[in-house]
């Protein structure tokens, strides 16, 4: 792959005793869509605000497209663009009103910047929400005029934060379209997101970040791959035997067994299938009845939450701090 | 027409169309001047969306006329015909000083919003935004002197110096205006919530109005504070509308009011683009 879109080097920012971003190191390079993926206050916001020049780091070095954010923000803000997780639009104007402006302060005459405006509008599904005010868009709509907003000048580099948390799954549809669309067009992406889904199904390589620290990164494969093979999943004819069927499975495969949100099923995640089969034949001896049972690739989810396990158990140490 | 039918009726983005919108042009930065008129029109739009923010350029001043004239005029002067000729121009005065106070509220309340964040990314001259508010405030200002002006001529008011008086002083005002908002756009950025802004706003506000000349002349004070009434820039700046409204020209005095007005933008605006810059 090319040249590096982003490059970030022991990147820091505290906000008086918390360390939102403590020592994050990216390497994104240029084209297809880089997911960075975290739960609430992971530093995820922090962490863009410093690339796209709005926070200086306490420490470390960010070059985007090659500029450095700090001494170079200017080149750094001509070519990129910010769409922040919360209302990056003036919800008090209307949507042309907003688009205008913004072609006004990028250099569009106001006739040009008109019909900019209105291309993008059109382009977006919102004539005809053209002359309402922002406020009064429905949520989808709202985030349609957000990322509008960001291609007034088409960037190389767009920074969409969150871009769909709180849609309803239409709208989210509609954002990954647009954020594919981006990409084939050559535009390089960087999102955050708390879905996991989300970043499975757009992102070419993900980072995923917890405590301001990056924890994992790679491909949704490579991180599927890095927790193991995947996991077994049971159900039984009884409830009352899970209690029972959880030891069992525990101490066949070597790994604690989970019980699901289904009163009769359970799973287990798995680092030799080979040890499957005995497991399965375990529980027969037991006297369990199972009814179905599958093998599966681990989900982003169990990535995360085998990963952010790990974070969760050091989390008395960095509060210390 | 409602939000959801208006989104079912509309075609979702087609690739189509975000290609031909992603070809669009890179036209070339354009200068301070024009970004900060820009950010002043955004103001505007502002205000024709939300009217309501200017009931603090309506009501202040209409309460503010009406109620010094009619509780002082007839101690203070004899009657309040003749109050209303010297307190009137002072009035005026007050009445632009307190609506400057608005502008670091509502900056406060604006610069939380995440759209400030997408200004402060867009490779535009870096004050624009805050100058391009204060531009649009001149226009709560003229507002608030055309009430003011206006209901002082339905009172009686009759200013010596004619039309030419009365714009040449509230020209004047608005210049001072416009640079005594820099200490509230400091102020906005280093308090946190817009009810702080306000309090500290008022604790500044009164001394500086009530210690000067607006209301009475300052024989009558002790010296102490008739020292203190003397360096008060919003003195000179009454001394000045008072001069022009009434047909005179107190050159000194207006020398007086400008370099006050020079010395407020050099010391509170380059402290403003510091606290904005660092702004987390
Ligand atoms: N301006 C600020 N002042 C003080 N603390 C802050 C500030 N911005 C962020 N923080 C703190 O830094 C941490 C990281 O915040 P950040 O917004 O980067 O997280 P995030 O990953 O974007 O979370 P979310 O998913 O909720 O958006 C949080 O603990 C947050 O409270
Ligand atoms: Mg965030």
Redesign the pocket.
Known sequence: MGKLAIETRGLKKS??K?H??AGVDLAVSAGGVYGVL??????????IRILATLLRPDAGEAQVLGYDVVRDARSVRTRVSLTG?FASVDEDLTGVENLLLLARLLGYSRPRGRRRAADLLDAFGLANAADRQVKKYSGGMRRRIDIAASLVVPPELIFL??PTTGLDPRSRNQVWEIVRGLVAEGTTVLL?T?YLDEADQLADRIAV?DH?KVIAEGSSGQLKASVGAGSLHVRLRSPEQRAEAERVLAAALDVPAEPSADPVALSARISDPERVARALAELSRSGIDVTEFALGQPSLDEVFLALTGHAAEETPQEDAT | MNATSAEQASAPVTEDALRSVLAGERPSSPGPVLTSLTFGWRALLKIKHVPEQLVDVTMFPIMFTLMFTYLFGGALAGSTQEYLQFLLPGILVQANVMITMNTGITLNTDIQKGVFDRFRSLPVWRPSPLVGALLGDVMRYSIGSAIVITLGLVLGFRPEGGAVGVVLSVALLLVFSFCLSWLWTMLSLILRTPNSVAGVSMMVMFPLTFVSNIFVDPKTMPGWMQAVVEVNPITHLATVVRGLMHGSVPAGEIGWVLASSVLLVAVFGPITMVLYRNK?
């Open positions: 906000f008086g918390t939102a971003v975290g739960p609430n206050g992971a530093g995820k916001t922090t962490t997780q934060d969150e955050t708390q970040i301001g | 987390k």
